[in-house]
């Protein structure tokens, strides 16, 4: 069996076989040449030997190489015996056996260093291989882990992928799902909303409007700034208020230095102006109004006047007799008789006027005046 290595391509790798082997290619030598004797001489023998030298050397070992030099030097010069008769070999003889074994010597070192060499190769090449094995087992266990690591990432990047997906729909997917219906129901809301939005701004301006209406409905009713300020300046505030609402164009002539007249005088002449001015705006269809408003030291005269299409003369007549069609007018008489004054009513198709006196007493004028300025301060207070 020959190893099928780079270096001893020809060595067998049982020792047994290799000195065996030696033996026999000796022999075998040895009886070609012993055969060959009587025509090419004992040194020749010496000389074919020295490959067989030299390949054992070469090849395959110390040993080897010795057993094949000892066997071909003995074999050589001794044998068969009795051709030598074992006798002391001849000059020529001893020259060509010590040539052998110089030679031989020197093979057989070289076969040694070589063999050696090719040990210390074999081993180093051994020892690289069993690093390169070792490092290719590392690799392998490494590349192992590798994989395994790369499954176990894989896995736990699955696992982590579900678990998210797990997350997402229980979680964050329920409160989305909630949230939706959450929206959903607000925009069902939103819609009722908008309409009671509407309802509620609707009654809202219904609200403000009839704030201020109740508050119209309650200065025109009884207006604070009669009591606090007197007829100059409620009568202004009043019928702007009235040409503001009723379009008519309404001329106020008040005197800034009227001064303040006893209350239920001052009630009076502004119901009175009201009532006038109402009859104006429903009946007269006059575009403009005139109130002019004087004093003297014994009385007050109020003057409302009109160029609308009068008073209808069956109405007429009958206001100036005992009875009035409506109540307006019958109060403006009423509350002027109380207060000892009279009223005058003309009127024809060109417009109505109507004057009212009313008496100021010195006396009565003094006291009411005073508890008018008493009301207005209290009040102011
Ligand atoms: N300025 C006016 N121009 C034309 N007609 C008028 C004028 N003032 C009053 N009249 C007529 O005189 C009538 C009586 O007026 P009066 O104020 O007494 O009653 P009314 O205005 O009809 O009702 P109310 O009792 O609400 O005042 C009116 O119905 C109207 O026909
Ligand atoms: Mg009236």
């Not at 982590?160 to 797990?166: M, Q």
């Not at 925009?187 to 508050?215: F, G």
């Not at 207006?223 to 008519?248: C, H, M, N, Q, V």
């Amino acid at each position: 069996m020959l190893t099928g290595g780079v270096f001893p391509a020809r060595t067998p790798r049982n020792a047994l076989i290799r000195y065996v082997l030696a033996i026999t290619l000796t022999l075998i030598v040895l009886l070609v040449c012993h055969s060959l004797n009587p025509f090419v001489g004992d040194n020749v023998t010496f000389i074919a030997l020295t490959p067989v030298v030299a390949f054992v050397a070469w090849y395959w070992g110390l040993g080897e190489s010795l057993l094949t030099v000892l066997l071909a030097l003995g074999g050589t010069m001794y044998w068969p015996i009795p051709q030598h008769s074992l006798s002391v070999p001849s000059l020529a003889q001893s020259a060509g056996a010590l040539a052998f074994i110089f030679t031989s010597a020197v093979i057989v070192a070289l076969g040694e260093a070589r063999r050696r060499e090719n040990e210390k190769l074999r081993n180093a090449q051994g020892e690289l291989e069993s690093r390169v094995q070792e490092r290719t087992a590392e690799l392998d266990s490494a590349n192992q882990k590798l994989r395994r690591l790369t499954s176990r990432l894989l896995e736990l990047q699955d696992e982590e992928r579900r678990r998210i997906a797990r997350e997402l729909h229980d979680s964050i997917g329920q409160m989305l799902a909630a949230v939706s219906m959450n929206l959903s129901a607000a925009r069902a809301d939103i819609d009722r909303l908008t309409k009671t939005t509407a309802t509620l701004t609707d009654s809202e301006d219904l609200v403000q409007q009839m704030c201020k209406e109740v508050r119209t409905i309650s200065h025109l009713l009884h207006p604070p700034l009669l009591d606090e300020a007197g007829l100059a300046s409620a009568l202004p505030w009043y019928t702007e208020g009235f040409a503001r609402r009723s379009k008519i164009n309404v001329n106020l002539d008040c005197p800034d230095d009227f001064g303040r007249i006893p209350r239920e005088m001052e009630t009076a002449v502004f119901r009175l102006v009201q009532e006038c001015l109402t009859n104006i705006h429903r009946h007269s269809g006059s575009p403009t109004a005139k109130i002019r408003l004087h004093r003297s030291n014994h009385e007050v005269v109020i003057q409302v006047e009109d160029k609308g299409q009068g008073i209808p003369s069956e109405k007429l007549g009958s206001m100036t007799s005992a009875g009035t069609p409506g109540v307006g007018i019958t109060g403006m008489k009423e509350r002027v008789r109380q207060l000892g004054g009279t009223l005058e009513i003309s009127s024809d198709h060109s417009g109505t006027k109507i004057v009212a006196r009313l008496p100021i007493s010195e006396t009565s004028s003094n006291e009411d005046l005073s508890s008018t300025q008493d009301a207005s301060s209290s009040a102011a207070a």
